[in-house]
């Protein structure tokens, strides 16, 4: 091995990058389903995604806007109110994306660029993404602290009898995706000034 000069290192060109692969597995078994043990989702609790849109409270008060400066003051009365998804689960196997480098010209001036890539012949797959049940839950009292419990922590209430949402959370609607995602093209990620019309 010899050293180089700063003089024969810019003579060097060359780029190289990697293939990668991802599988997420959120809440499932090996086998693809709910994982309802003990250590998983033996709660249905923590199985669980609560979203609170813009303050929303049971008795139908909303938050109060300055009309000069746009300030939002949120309503303190009433209990929060939460959208809740419920048995959130999902296995996402992503088996290639290509992670190279790429310059971006733009206006004769050239951008560095992070580039991902994807091959139609290895399509993303997915099984059983998405949620048992969704449903409206509001918090016990009013004020947030130590005496609230959150409406998305609500104790879990399962539907009875032997149809096929027996022993599901109760919620209005619920949802489940499998099937293979294809995708082809590239992603070009690159940082760029105020002056740039893209940015």
């Not at 310059?103 to 998405?130: E, M």
Request: proline share 3%; net charge negative; aromatic share 6%.
């Amino acid at each position: 091995m010899e050293n180089l000069n700063d003089i024969d290192l810019e003579q060097v060109t060359g780029q190289a990058g990697a293939d990668l692969s991802l599988k997420i597995n959120l809440n499932h078994t090996s086998a693809g389903v709910l994982d309802t043990s003990a250590a998983v989702c033996g709660d249905l609790r923590f199985c669980r995604l609560g979203i609170s849109l813009n303050n929303r409270y049971h008795d139908g008060t909303q938050d109060t806007v300055n009309a000069t400066t746009g300030v939002i003051t949120p309503s303190i009365t009433g209990r929060k109110q939460w959208l809740v998804f419920k048995g959130i689960q999902g296995t996402m196997n992503i088996p290639y994306i290509g992670l190279d480098g790429e310059d971006i010209t733009y206006a004769s001036t050239q951008h560095a660029a992070i580039k991902l890539s994807f091959d139609p012949n290895r399509p993303i797959q997915l099984k059983n993404v998405g949620f048992e049940s969704l449903s409206i839950e509001t918090d016990t009292v009013a004020a947030e602290g130590s005496g609230n419990v959150p409406g998305y922590l609500t104790p879990a209430t399962l539907y009875g009898g032997t149809g096929f949402d027996a022993n599901k959370e109760k919620g209005f609607m619920g949802m489940k995706m499998t099937g293979n995602l294809s995708l082809t093209g590239n992603i070009k990620i690159f940082s760029c000034g105020d002056s740039h019309s893209r940015c």
